[in-house]
């Protein structure tokens, strides 16, 4: 059963697990389960993604039950109306704060502006050799991006040499094998944590969250964060 975070006549929002495919996509021929299915039996309604998240990245996804529904919070999202909350952890100790104005290329070569603000929440040493360190370092941020392009916080944080701790296609391979061979993680710690927008049909402010994980949640105590 997915988690059901928000639900009304108009809209649905799910804390989507890591690795669950939001639809069907060609590729990733391999999946046989997707967010939009296991939702639509669950619910036993039509429900429509507004919006996106990457098959590794876990949290807040939001749904609309009707098409007009639907339209209007696309055009929430395309506007940047809506405040988008991530959670990652980084290799090594990231500053205290940064905006990372970094234009991104699409597939066909496009290249588009992407904006992404961050703080760092927390930060560890852990007394874990790695390579010729005698310890590891890691810290836990809050990015907020103002632009919605594919997998920007993923290539950001790449690109200021800070990469997410398990991300195989942008990230650090020495990590994320250090990562699995130390404590059997291989899930990627990007997590979707608030959304806050208008609502389209009632005009109501609404703020959700949702909670981390369990892979990481663990991930936060292995380097003592927890709450």
Not at 65 to 81: C, L, R, S, T, Y
Not at 163 to 175: L, M, S, T, V, Y
Request: net charge neutral; glycine share 6%.
């Amino acid at each position: 059963m997915l988690e059901i975070v928000y639900q009304d006549d108009h809209l649905i929002a799910i804390n989507k697990p890591h690795g669950l495919l939001v639809h069907r996509s060609s590729i990733a021929n391999d999946a046989k389960e997707f967010a939009l299915q296991l939702l639509r039996d669950q619910v036993n309604r039509h429900v429509s993604p507004v919006h996106r998240l990457d098959r590794k990245t876990g949290g807040l996804l939001l749904f609309a039950f009707e098409k007009d529904v639907e339209i209007a919070m696309h055009q929430q999202f395309q506007n940047g109306e809506v405040v988008k909350k991530y959670l990652a952890i980084l290799r090594g100790y990231a500053p205290d704060s940064l905006e990372i104005d970094y234009p991104l290329a699409k597939e066909n070569g496009t290249i588009q502006d992407a904006f992404t603000a961050f703080v760092t929440l927390k930060r560890a040493e852990i007394d874990v050799a790695f390579g010729k360190h005698p310890t590891s370092r890691y810290s836990l941020v809050e990015a907020t991006p103002t632009t919605g392009r594919m997998h920007q916080l993923r290539k950001h944080f790449a690109h200021i040499f800070y990469p997410i701790i398990g991300d195989r296609k942008h990230g650090c391979n020495k990590q994320n094998k250090f990562f699995k061979e130390q404590w059997e993680m291989t899930t990627m710690l990007l997590h979707a944590s608030e959304l806050r927008f208008k609502h389209p049909v009632t005009g109501e402010n609404i703020h959700l969250k949702a909670e981390v994980q369990d892979e990481f949640r663990r991930v936060k105590q292995l380097m003592g964060w927890d709450d």
